[in-house]
């Protein structure tokens, strides 16, 4: 059965570092999201993306983060000066289109030191 | 604005017990809805959804939920709880008609117990 995939399962870093989360959608799928869900607290939507371009992103999502499609199969975030506060799984989710339901990666569990 | 309330952090049954684990929605317009299940280490799997047809709705292992405008409710429910069905249940409704990002509770954490 496809499934989501996410590397690296952990990445521990240093405040102020850039990372870059890596996501592979399942392959048919046209639309990709990155939630994150700090310790103890509920899943929140990061962006979404469709057709090589942001379609929604909330609050969270500022200048900060960027999402990219470099290739035919990799979705990627990234964070360009971390912040402790930035400690959090971070999910990625796939789907076909736009009333399926959307497929979870098993996360990247992103701890800033 | 879309939003999500769960009721109860924590739920514990016995095995073959009924399993009900509350969801309250808000919406300004029609909802979809979903429950998704967190398995220890694991991503977000969904169990069942609601998208205006049925109000009750079947899911995998057992699992339905059923729709109530009324009380603005989508609880889920297993009439038998196993204990492979510990685990963290979220409910969550589709941020907007024009979007499709979700809106997730803040969990609900099912023990088992024999």
């Known amino acids: 059965e496809p499934e989501v995939t996410q590397t690296p399962s952990h990445q521990v870093t240093q405040m102020g570092q850039e990372v870059i989360l890596r996501c592979v959608p399942i392959s048919n799928h046209l639309y990709f999201y990155w939630y994150r869900q700090i310790l103890g607290q509920k899943v929140e939507f990061l962006v979404s993306f469709y057709n090589n371009e942001i379609s929604e992103k909330s609050e969270i999502f500022d200048d900060q983060f960027s999402v990219e499609r470099p290739d035919g199969s990799n979705f990627t975030l990234k964070i360009r000066s971390t912040k402790l506060e930035d400690s959090a799984m971070y999910f990625c989710a796939s789907t076909q289109d736009r009333d399926h339901e959307q497929y979870f990666g098993p996360g990247t569990r992103l701890t800033v030191t | 604005a879309q939003s999500v309330t769960q009721l109860g952090s924590h739920v514990s049954v016995s095995e073959g017990a009924l399993v009900l684990l509350r969801c309250n929605y808000s919406?300004?317009?029609?909802?979809?809805l979903f429950w998704y299940v967190q398995y220890p280490n694991q991503g977000l799997q969904l169990l069942l959804k609601?998208?205006?047809?049925?109000?009750l709705v079947k899911g995998i292992n057992g699992f339905e939920a059923e729709f109530k405008k009324s009380e603005t409710s989508f609880h889920l429910t297993k009439p038998s709880a196993h204990m492979s069905d510990a685990a963290e249940y979220f409910c969550a409704v589709k941020r907007g008609q024009a979007g499709t990002a979700l809106i997730f509770g803040k969990g609900t954490t099912l023990s088992v117990s024999s």
């Open positions: 609601y998208t205006s047809a049925a109000t």
């Open positions: 919406s300004s317009v029609p909802p979809y």
